[in-house]
């Protein structure tokens, strides 16, 4: 990792701006700050332990989600989904948690607040985005292939709900070995939410009790996930 840049395939490139060592709840890490022209905000690489080559890397791509994960907000998953990943992380001896500014699905935090308006009044979480003039989901996924690319990880394991991210990274030249889920809970409050992503935005979930057992690899081999993850059903990523 002595290389100041990676230049990407979609021709976005990313800078390794800081690092320094990081103690959490979850433990040791190494937090690297990343730049890309690409997208604006701060990229948040953080890495537990050294990666074995050729082995794939446990990798969880989040999205920044301020209501959620510092106001403690009951209408999204995403503080949920950031502890399950730490967790799963923490649980072995490698991994890295990719923080990537993209909060409201790549709105931004004003126009979230404004579809948060809307959704109010009735609307769901993709009309919302709609009504506001975006897409349901803005969100690309080149700036992290290119991070993990600097970091020297070309195949992951996805800790992950959402199939976008997945062809998101494979476009990229990171190849997605198998997806791991993230097993989270309605609250009563988020319910609604949870819907849609689901069933408009096409999400895998595992919330408790609604889906089976075991997730397949790449390869077709069920694998069982021991990641300190509830195991669930699992959608074979290729
Ligand atoms: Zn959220």
């Known amino acids: 990792m002595s290389q100041l840049y990676t230049m990407c395939e979609c021709n976005s490139s990313v800078w390794r701006m800081a690092e320094s060592r990081l103690t959490t709840t979850y433990g040791e890490f190494l937090l690297m700050a990343y730049w890309s022209v690409a997208e604006p905000g701060e990229h948040l690489a953080i890495i537990k332990g050294t990666f074995p080559l050729r082995e794939p890397v446990l990798v969880r791509l989040h999205s920044q989600c301020l209501t959620g994960e510092v106001l403690g907000s009951l209408q999204c998953d995403c503080g949920e989904q950031l502890h399950e990943a730490f967790s799963a992380i923490k649980s072995k001896s490698s991994g890295v948690l990719l923080y990537l500014p993209q909060e ?63 062809q998101g990274l494979e476009q990229h030249g990171v190849q997605v070995c198998a997806r791991v889920p993230i097993i989270t809970s309605a609250n009563g409050k988020n319910n609604f939410y949870l819907a849609a992503k689901q069933k408009r935005l096409g999400h895998l979930f595992g919330i408790t ?27 074979a990523v290729k």
């Open 104 to 166: 409201g699905r790549g709105i931004g935090l004003v126009n979230k607040i404004r579809a948060y308006a809307l959704q109010e009044k009735g609307v769901d979480t993709v009309e919302a985005n709609i009504k506001l003039g975006f897409a349901p989901d803005q969100r690309h996924y080149g700036v992290a292939a290119g991070i993990l690319k600097d970091l020297g990880i070309r195949s992951v394991r996805l800790l992950t709900n959402n199939p976008d991210k997945i």
């Open 209 to 235: 009790g609604v889906e089976p057992s075991e997730v397949e690899s790449a390869n077709g081999v069920a694998e069982n996930i021991s990641d300190g993850i509830p195991a669930t059903l699992g959608t």
